[in-house]
């Protein structure tokens, strides 16, 4: 950056405003350089009210609107899963810069649309998988690569909650994306892919709700020398901790491991815990390294990508082909 040169400030878009856009919004305004310039929903009071809450200066009440505003650097998709695709492309077409949340979309062919898309259009797009950016995961992550306690040969990673059955709930909406793979089943699969690589073989097998939503999808990841045993429910409440069995040590992810959180290693009988004290959410490391990509004008982000989202989604391809889970 040249001497002087003032530092850029990204006018963000969110589109999709609900529980995780509010969480990502209180996020952005701890962010320095970067403001919250516009949000859309459909429902129009729902905009403004989102809008006044969190001081945007534009409330659309129409997504190609917010796509449209010449103002905007960067877009944030908050929408449900199975309009990922068509909202990042909409964004991508006019030139946005788009932050996608994850799942990127719901299958490996939408994800390589989006790509070719932001391809097409020279313009930045990621998928929001905020796990990677935050610290403890960053530091478990560069402890496995050290190989200080040798290789892992077994990890067990869980995200279970547990809230009722409701079919109006995006969560449990079969036709949205819902239910445990694409919304909580996606953070042991990432815990596995990042340390482990892509697997050998994969077992699945589920349960599934009466509206054909996946209820619990029980995983066995088998590679060279180690395996992955994970899980996803929507049933019951699970430790949510990802634990590393490896040679000489057992790394644990403490609850909830996919947001910022405590490690505890265990060695010889030994346990120290290691804290990673965080006044946010998790969500600005994401965003500063977004906004990183966009003033240094990349194309792709260097830790979440492309290639990463290629093969996240297809390992959750290859899980919903096993369980016969079909979206359509």
């Known amino acids: 950056m040249e001497k002087n040169k003032p530092i850029k400030v990204i006018r963000w ?3 999709g405003l609900g529980k995780i856009a509010q969480k990502f919004t209180k996020d952005l305004s701890t962010v320095e350089h970067a ?3 516009a949000v859309a929903s459909r429902n129009k009071e729902k905009s ?4 006044n809450d969190f001081n945007a200066v534009k409330a659309y009440d129409s997504y190609e609107l917010l796509a449209q505003d010449p103002d ?4 944030y998709i908050a929408t449900p899963h199975s309009f990922h695709k068509e909202h990042s492309i909409l964004c991508l077409r006019q030139k946005k810069a788009v932050l996608c949340e994850k799942p990127f979309a719901m299958n490996s062919k939408e994800v390589e649309e989006m790509i070719n898309v932001a391809k097409e259009n020279n313009t930045l797009l990621m998928e929001a998988l905020w796990t990677y950016f935050l610290p403890h995961y960053n530091f478990v992550l560069d402890l496995l690569k050290s190989n200080k306690y040798g290789k892992v040969v077994e990890l067990k990673a869980d995200f279970g909650f547990y809230t009722p059955f409701n079919e109006q709930s995006r969560v449990f909406r079969k036709e949205l994306g819902g239910g445990s793979l694409l919304d909580i089943g996606i953070y042991p699969i990432f815990a596995a892919l990042t340390t482990l690589g892509t697997p050998k073989e994969v077992e699945a097998i589920a349960s599934f709700f009466e509206n054909g939503a996946d209820a619990e999808c029980n995983m066995v990841f088998h590679y060279e020398d180690a395996k992955a045993i994970l899980q996803s429910s929507l049933l019951k409440e699970t430790s949510t901790k990802a634990v590393f069995t490896c040679q000489k ?3 644990k992810i403490n609850s909830r ?3 910022p959180s405590t490690v505890t290693i265990e060695e010889n009988g030994k346990e120290e815990t ?5 006044s946010t959410f998790g969500y600005n490391y994401e965003i500063e390294h977004f906004n990183q990509l966009l003033r240094d004008h990349k194309k792709e982000s260097d830790i979440m990508t492309f290639d990463s989202s290629r093969a ?3 390992i959750l391809d290859t899980v919903r082909n096993k369980i016969r889970l079909k979206y359509e």
Do not use: K, M, R, W
């Open 48 to 51: 403004i009210a989102f809008s």
């Open 312 to 314: 996240l989604i297809q």
């Open 257 to 259: 491991f996919h947001e």
């Open 13 to 15: 878009g969110i589109l």
């Open 35 to 37: 403001t919250l310039y």
């Open 249 to 251: 040590a057992e790394i």
């Open 72 to 75: 905007i650097d960067a877009v």
């Open 274 to 278: 290691i804290g990673f004290p965080c």
